[in-house]
């Protein structure tokens, strides 16, 4: 029988960080990573890999990491575990006797069983695999036409690569509008406009029925009985939370359908610990399961769970603020926190402010962008709940910002007294500073100034 102190089950960013933060935090103890694959893919370079990355090689996720931290991996699946002898057995046979233990075993694509034609020919997913999406990309390369279903991130950016690779693109949303769930309309508008310029047919408020074809994809029919020919479908209509382990072994599984942890991401055993996208999530404003997954609020989980192993300590997470960053035909998109579209239907007082402008000065200078930033405060304190931003390559960093300004309670007035850096060929000028103004807005508005 082998023996460690934790074990991790799971080798993507989430049971890497875990495992190294733990590692830092106790230094004495023993930590074994088991992962299925023999090669892990950085999950959100995934869209980028049909034409943005020359090979799936160049997505690889170094286990260097672990070898400079004395972490110990296993290449091999654990089929079970005994929580109460905390054991964990694996298909190749081995017992791993742990102490500690951290499930990250990730998400899996949503299949639609019900979606007939789902199992043609064609059909693709886009899954965590090396060797699938090998087979993907190669298909796509080949393609005339592709339709792509789901017009939240990975399918935004799985048809953005695919724009860059020449190739004729649908794309199918179900509800209103392209990132209808991340942004207010006058930054998903724009992303579908952008995307109506590259030449890519946006379909929304329009579901798919069916996959039709003889063996082979031939096309899909939409709700309303219309199809549309292609040779090549990509289903983006989200991910499951990989539970089956922990339900097996016993674990309470929560309302979203992911583990059930607490502040700590601990489970319902507390000796056990779940980080990433098989955890459940908890919206920071409200309190309310979620099903968010990305890669940044599971690293943030991990370095929770890794630093409690042993003793509870620090700041437990503070719920999921849900920071967003993208790009649509070379713009920068970027969304923190509530929109208002979400804090207007569960009934909060808010107040936004929107504010566009360069972010260069002056505005002449080669390569500038237009930049707009939406601020959303709640109405009696003031406190920023909510922003999103259009842009330029700063948008990610002015994304994170306010998603700082949302984890520290900043308010408009202390956001419009802000102290900021600023240079002609890296920022917007300080007259104008998009943060500083969009605040100003906000606080006139509550002081009817």
């Not at 020449?166 to 724009?190: M, N, Q, Y």
């Not at 192993?309 to 035909?329: A, D, E, K, N």
Request: charged share 25%; net charge neutral.
């Amino acid at each position: 029988m082998r023996k460690t102190d934790v074990l991790i089950i799971g080798g993507g960013p989430a049971g890497v960080v875990a495992a190294v933060t733990g590692k830092g935090y106790y230094p004495d103890k023993n930590f074994l990573i088991v992962r299925r694959e023999k090669e892990v893919l950085i999950p959100c370079a995934i869209p980028y890999t049909i034409s943005s990355l020359r090979s799936l090689r160049d997505d690889l996720l170094s286990d260097k990491i672990l070898r400079d931290n004395d972490i110990d991996l296993l290449i091999d699946e654990v089929t079970g575990l005994d929580l109460d002898s905390k054991t964990a057995r694996t298909a190749g046979g081995e017992e791993i006797k742990y102490d500690r233990l951290v499930l990250a075993t990730g998400s899996s694509p949503k299949v639609p069983r019900w979606l007939k034609g789902v199992d043609l020919d064609g059909v693709y997913f886009i899954k965590k695999s090396k060797e699938y999406l090998e087979q993907l990309k190669a298909r796509a390369l080949e393609a005339e036409h592709i339709v792509v279903v789901g017009a939240g991130f990975i399918g935004v950016e799985v048809t953005d690569d695919l724009v860059r690779a020449g190739k004729r693109v649908t794309i199918v949303e179900k509800l209103p509008g392209i990132l209808p769930l991340a942004f207010d309309e006058e930054f998903s508008g724009e992303a579908e406009r952008i995307l109506k310029e590259k030449g890519v047919n946006t379909i929304t408020g329009k579901g798919i029925k069916e996959i039709y074809g003889s063996g082979r994809v031939e096309g899909i029919i939409l709700e309303d009985g219309s199809r549309i020919e292609a040779d090549m479908v990509i289903l983006a209509m989200g991910y499951r939370p990989n539970t089956e382990l922990a339900e097996k072994a016993g674990l309470k599984i929560g309302e979203s359908g992911a583990i059930a942890v607490n502040a700590y991401m601990q489970t319902s055993r507390p000796d056990v610990f779940a980080v990433g996208d098989c955890a459940e999530k908890r919206h920071f404003l409200t309190g309310k399961p979620m099903a968010l997954m990305l890669a940044s609020i599971a690293v943030s989980e991990a370095r929770v769970a890794g630093m409690n192993l042993y003793q509870l300590r620090g700041r437990p997470h503070l719920g999921v603020i849900g920071i967003f960053s993208t790009v649509v035909g070379g713009v920068g998109f970027g969304t923190a926190g509530v929109t208002e579209k979400y804090a207007r239907r569960e009934g909060l007082d808010i107040v936004t402010g929107l504010f566009e402008t360069v972010d260069k000065h002056p505005g002449k200078l080669p390569d500038a962008h237009r930049l707009l930033v939406k601020l959303i405060a709640d109405r009696e304190t003031g406190i920023i709940i909510g922003g999103q931003v259009m842009g330029g390559p700063s948008a990610g960093e002015i994304t994170n910002l306010i998603g700082f300004a949302i984890q520290s309670r900043l308010t408009a007035q202390e956001l419009f007294s802000l102290q900021v850096g600023t240079h002609p060929l890296l920022t917007s000028s300080p007259v104008v500073y998009p943060l500083i103004r969009a605040a100003d807005v906000i606080k006139r508005k509550i002081h009817g100034a």
